[in-house]
């Protein structure tokens, strides 16, 4: 190992920080007394595994940094190293204690101060356990980073495919990589519910090929050059590696920094316990042996049936209800229990007829008497639940909180948490109810795939093709225009121009022109009072839009078009005056709009049973006597 | 009784060359000279070589004698149906294909006649079979420009670019348009990314116009009026509607009172054996999730790209039939697979002796005594009087050289006459234009301009 070292980093050893809060409330209430790191994963403290894949992984020394709990992790760690733990035997562990740091950047920058990283480093998020082997990787980076003076990290991602237990949902994410493997755009989903995702062109234009990739999971390992930790110091709104990519990808020009990715594939696992949901995931693949050489310490008379784990001195009066769950240290379970989906930390007590599904019990809990506990709860450290009780999606905690409702009192010792924050809007929920444990597999998948088939067109409509809407979108503009036009009496010429540009916007055919116009005039008509006065208004509407008309019913096919639109008002406006049509039809034709011929052409084609025909015969009727009498004039 | 053909070619020659009107005014595009044969020659050859015996040959109706005399005389062997269609109305590529709609029985296999490639078609031919595909069409690398000097006026010339989205692990053409149809933006459906995970958009890519399209879609196509073009309408929209589902037939109702007989899925039914048979199959064309093979689409476009040696061109700017002209020649083994390359006909009346060998001498020219050429083309029934000289130009047919004229980086066009004494460098030649005696010119376009307003 230390032969490959030398290659990679001449003299330098090669170092590793692992920020080991999570700065969130998403383990709330167990978290207020156990910190993260020393979260039991299938009964191993979640940092031994951490600090095992760093070590195998190649790196020779460890900043282990901690802002709370911090004596807990810090004696921990000791112990590890008295006892001789295999990290321990070729890792240097320091623990960096800094309780004013309230995130992730911060950190970063109080290690920018301290001035202790030298050459590229690993950055680890809290909870991150993987199988990659990263010295090739830091090679990889270092290599770019000689060709591209900017590049300032290498985010590492795991191929994965929609669906996997181990992608958080919260987490989704859209990478595009050009071929050199430079980030050039990176767009957290998360639970967003858009249906669309907006590449900037140029990203497209300026590479030959650009990957667009949705088959990732983050492992939260990134390799970083030492100008990650200037600019976190530069850019104090960077309070997340997310913000920090984010940022250096918006301001790439400005900050002259890029982001470079990689790919792993196959059997290199990675991934981290950012929320109740990826705990379980992860307890799941560390289970089956996804990560191997991690495991936990199990030993064979640990496993039971039904995928069930459990520690040392364990008391199970009988286990034929107990499915899928891991069980702490020291844990009695009485008769007639059913345990599912869970997971049980140490010193717990729990008595018959309990039932527990989907949630999570912490350390030295009691739960007494026939109690349920169901849909991703969460009891925190040292609850005594006497009574009998149902908890339902809660959090439950053994302190009284501040301002507690005393409704939110179950016991001497059992608090219902409302996590503070508003959880009203929509984004929030969702994320709250995936960051539970899995209630059941591809449930969620299923319901949002739903949602993309309701309104396909919509949805698929990428370019800029003329979807059947547009016309009738253009209908109603052309209708608002004309209204707008008559109410405020503007200028004709004026509102030709507001048609046309409409036209355009929706790329409405010339003849689709026509007929929405005429019809949208004729709509018009509708709107005027009924009464004696209604025609006197009605030509005094047309004669306003003598201009418009003009302008569009210019040949045969306009006047073709215009009669189909007198035919859909009227058809389609059951209660329109008796004699509107007749009107109609003579003003058009006495003002020359509209030629005998193709009157005449036009009505031959209508159904002759229809009421329209009926109310358009007379006039039809009316012009050929005229034109018999003209013609016989002329004889 | 013959068997049906697997595949029908049909050759698209009814454009008009718009792109390059300065020399397509008094020419139909796919006549004009690339080397020692006309530009439709290169596909019907490649189409004659990959094994088909007949091809259906679009052609304007007031052009089609004139091709079909020529197209007489190259010798192929492939049987050549002429399709006339007026050129009254501006046709696109689609039109075209709609007119023809009840001549396709089979597979189309629709290929430009602007084409000219050292490309086999076996590849787009056998991802299309393989995945029983709706559409599968050819992409080339671009080859990019090699810094030669057009002639004409000096203009910038931006090509025009294709965003072309590939599923990376199925070879499935998932996304296909123009780049100008976008500002600043490109927004895709989040679907698109759910399915195919894995996306290459490639946007140096130069579409081959080499399609293998299912019959159904001739038919689908027949029923849309409104695609005028297959490139631009058609292939688009048809891409895009492998993220749609078919509408959901509501139980009681008849699939005939269904408002939407004109729907996409109607025409790309399956067969029930078809379904049958993939289904048992343990194949599957991708991994990642626990969608079916293809993910239940009866829609499937693909996308086959050439290697990157391989040589294509679509010579349909100006630019691009200048490079074709002077690479030809050095790729015509590769695009020919091995035919003999006669770069001077039998037939020409040589009495130059300062011919090079890189030159191309067409049928009936004639080159009179002390003339000088390099590195050109000479159109047929041509004659290049004494004293001139022609370098690096295309010269096409019954153009007439007068006496010390001096040639350099020109393309004269049919029939056109250069009085004595003329020195031009980097010109366009219109059709029959006649340039004055001891003219000038540089980068110029010289053209009767009422003819180029044609366009």
């Known amino acids: 190992m230390s032969v490959k070292t030398k290659e990679v980093l001449k003299d330098d050893i090669v170092q590793a920080v692992v920020v080991a809060d999570t700065f969130g409330d998403e383990f709330l209430p167990i978290s207020s007394d156990i910190p993260l790191a020393l979260f039991p994963l299938i009964n191993k403290p979640l940092i031994d595994y951490t600090l095992e894949f760093l070590s195998f992984g190649g790196i020779e020394e460890t900043f282990l940094f901690c802002c709370s709990h911090t004596e807990a992790i810090k004696s921990h760690i000791n112990q590890g190293i008295k006892d001789g733990a295999e990290w321990s035997l ?71 495919g929609i669906g996997q237990m181990g992608r958080d949902p919260n987490e989704e994410a859209v990478v595009a990589v050009n071929s050199s493997n430079r980030i050039l755009f990176h767009r957290k989903m998360g639970q967003s519910r858009e249906r669309k995702i907006e590449f900037p062109l140029e990203i497209f234009l300026d590479n030959s090929s650009v990957s667009l990739h949705h088959n990732l999971k983050d492992t939260h390992i990134a390799i970083c050059s030492p100008s990650v930790l200037p600019l976190f110091s530069d850019n104090f709104d960077f309070q997340t590696k997310d913000d920090f990519v984010k940022g250096l990808l918006m301001n790439e020009e400005i900050l002259g920094s890029t982001v470079y990715c990689h790919i792993t594939k196959g059997n290199n696992y990675g991934g981290a316990v950012t929320d109740w949901r990826m705990y379980q995931a992860v307890s799941r693949e560390l289970q089956n042996k996804w990560i191997y050489p991690l495991q936990p310490s199990v030993l064979r008379n640990n496993i039971q049936k039904n995928g069930v784990i459990v520690g040392k001195g364990v ?119 995936l960051s539970r444990l899995h209630i059941e597999d591809n449930r969620p998948e299923e319901s949002d795939d739903d949602a993309f088939s309701d309104s396909e067109d919509e949805e698929l409509s990428y370019t800029q093709s003329p979807v059947p809407d547009d016309t009738k979108l253009f209908f109603t503009e052309v209708i608002d225009s004309l209204t707008r036009g008559f109410e405020d009496e503007l200028r004709c010429e004026h509102l030709i121009l507001e048609i046309n540009s409409s036209r355009y916007a929706y790329n409405v055919t010339v003849r689709e022109v026509n007929f929405n116009v005429i019809k949208a005039i004729l709509h018009m008509s509708l709107r005027l009072s009924t009464g004696p006065q209604y025609f006197s208004q009605f030509v005094r509407l047309l004669s306003y839009f003598a201009p418009v008309l003009k302008n569009y019913i210019r040949n045969d096919d306009a006047m073709l078009d215009t009669l189909q639109a007198v035919e859909d008002v009227a058809i389609s406006n059951e209660n329109v005056n008796e004699k509107w049509v007749m009107f109609v039809l003579k003003w058009f034709y006495d003002k020359d709009y509209i030629s005998e011929d193709v009157i005449l052409e036009w009505s031959k084609t209508l159904d002759a049973k229809s009421r329209f025909y009926a109310q358009v015969k007379p006039f039809t009727d009316w012009l050929e006597e005229a034109e018999e009498a003209s013609s016989s004039d002329e004889d | 009784m013959t068997l049906q053909a697997e595949f029908q070619a049909v050759v698209l020659a009814a454009g008009k060359g718009s792109r390059m009107p300065e020399i397509t005014s008094g020419k139909p595009k796919c006549l004009l000279p690339v080397g020692t044969k006309p530009l439709v020659w290169y596909p019907l050859y490649k189409l004659q070589q990959s094994g088909f015996t007949d091809v259906i040959l679009v052609v304007l109706e007031q052009q089609k004698s004139e091709i079909q005399s020529v197209l007489d005389k190259t010798e192929l062997e492939i049987k050549i149906e002429y399709f006339p269609i007026s050129g009254k109305e501006d046709l696109g590529t689609a039109d075209s294909l709609r007119m023809l709609h009840d001549r396709l029985k089979s597979d189309v296999l629709v290929v430009s006649c602007d084409l000219v490639s050292d490309v086999s078609l076996k590849g787009v031919l056998d991802v299309f079979r393989m995945h029983d595909a709706s559409v599968a069409s050819l992409f080339f690398h671009s080859q990019g420009g090699d810094g030669l000097v057009v002639p004409g006026p000096k203009s910038k010339h931006k090509p025009e670019r294709d965003l072309v989205g590939i599923d990376v692990q199925t070879n499935r053409l998932v996304f296909l348009a123009s780049a100008s149809d976008f500002e600043s933006e490109l927004s895709l459906p989040r679907a698109l990314l759910k399915k195919h995970t894995h996306i290459k958009m490639y946007s140096n890519l130069v579409d081959s116009h080499i399609y293998v399209l299912k019959n159904w879609v001739v038919k689908y196509l027949n029923s849309q009026q409104s695609f005028s073009t297959i490139k631009g309408e058609l292939l688009p929209h048809i891409v895009k509607k492998q993220l749609s589902k078919p509408p959901k037939v509501t139980e009681g109702k008849s699939v005939l009172s269904n408002f939407d007989s004109e729907d996409i899925f109607n025409f790309a039914k399956e067969d029930e054996f078809s379904i049958a048979i993939r289904e048992t199959s343990s194949f599957n064309d991708h991994s990642g999730d626990f969608r079916g093979t293809y993910h239940g689409d009866s829609i499937r476009c693909y996308a086959v790209v050439a290697p990157k040696d391989c040589y294509g061109v679509r010579v349909n700017t100006l630019p691009s039939y200048w490079t074709v002209n002077n690479k030809v020649n050095e790729k015509w083994d590769k695009i020919t697979n091995g035919l003999s390359l006669a770069l001077k006909h039998p037939k020409i009346e040589n009495k130059s002796s300062q011919v090079d060998d890189k030159c191309v001498i067409w049928e009936g020219a004639k080159l009179n005594e002390k003339t000088s050429f390099k590195n050109s083309v000479i159109g047929s029934n041509t004659e290049v009087h004494s004293f001139s000289r022609v370098f690096n130009s295309i010269v096409m047919n019954n153009v007439t050289i007068k006496e010390k004229v001096a040639l350099e980086n020109c393309i004269v066009s049919d029939g056109a006459t250069i009085e004595s004494g003329c020195q031009i460098k980097g010109c366009l030649i219109g059709s029959n234009h006649t340039v004055p005696e001891q003219s000038e010119h540089s980068q110029e376009v010289l053209t009767d301009t009422d003819r180029l307003m044609e366009f």
Not at chain 1, 90 to 95: F, H
Not at chain 1, 96 to 108: A, M, P, Q, T
């Open chain 1, 315 to 433: 008391h199970i009066k009988d286990n034929k209800k107990i499915i899928n769950s891991v069980i702490g240290d020291n844990v009695h379970i009485g008769e007639n229990v059913q345990i599912r989906d869970s997971f049980i930390f140490s010193n717990t007590k729990i008595n018959d007829g309990v039932i527990v599904t989907h949630s999570v019990i912490g350390p030295n809990c009691e739960i007494k008497s026939k109690t349920k506990i169901t849909v991703g709860s969460i009891i925190g450290k040292g609850v005594t639940l006497e009574k009998e009780h149902l908890i339902e999606d809660t959090l439950v905690q053994a302190t009284e909180p501040e301002n507690c409702d005393p409704k939110d009192k179950l016991d001497k010792k059992a608090f219902r948490l409302k996590v503070t924050g508003t959880e009203d809007d929509l984004g929030k929920i969702l994320s709250k109810k």
């Open chain 1, 90 to 160: 070729t890792m240097k562990v320091n623990v960096i204690v800094s309780e004013s740091c309230h995130s992730f950047g911060d950190c970063l920058r109080d290690l920018d101060r301290k001035g202790i990283l030298r050459g590229s480093f690993v950055l680890l998020e809290p909870g991150t356990l993987s199988n990659i082997k990263l010295l090739p990787i830091i090679r990889k980076h270092n290599e770019i980073a000689n060709k591209d003076k900017g590049a300032a990290m290498t985010l590492i991602f795991q191929e994965s």
